[in-house]
């Protein structure tokens, strides 16, 4: 795996109260970098698999929680998460060490989603 472009730390237990992963994206401090078009595509952004799973379940759980979703079936937040998760999730990299994120440059991040899917399901 190349040297990654960007190198972010962070701790998975102070992101509480996410309620998508833009909101995490935002607490990192890359939103900037995609609005700058440093950042064209969440296959550029890498995290460690355990950690992906933990921010599946804050997000779940700050929804649960959430005055926008009272009364809505578990099931339906859920689906809400996962819409969120499918749309917005990092790439899980199991050489990734926990509590990092790694930003690749776009053609790195497009030659690996490219071997990951094929060239027609990228």
């Known amino acids: 795996m ?3 472009k960007k190198t ?3 701790d998975v237990e102070k992101m509480a109260g996410i309620e998508s992963m833009w ?3 935002q607490r990192i401090g890359l939103l900037d ?3 700058s078009g440093e950042i064209t595509h969440v296959s550029q952004i890498y995290i460690d698999g ?3 799973e933990r921010l599946q379940e804050l997000i779940k759980a700050t929804l649960k929680k959430s005055r926008k979703f009272k009364g809505w079936k578990d099931n339906r937040v859920d689906a809400v998460a996962s819409m969120d998760w499918a749309n917005y999730s990092p790439v899980s990299g199991g ?3 926990k509590d990092e994120v790694w930003v690749f440059n776009e053609q790195y991040a497009l030659r690996e989603r ?4 094929g060239e027609n399901n990228i």
């Open 8 to 10: 972010i730390k962070y």
């Open 33 to 35: 970098d995609f609005e």
């Open 95 to 97: 050489d990734i060490p």
């Open 50 to 52: 355990e950690n992906c």
């Open 23 to 25: 909101d995490f994206y």
């Open 114 to 117: 490219v071997e990951r899917n």
């Open 2 to 4: 190349p040297v990654p």
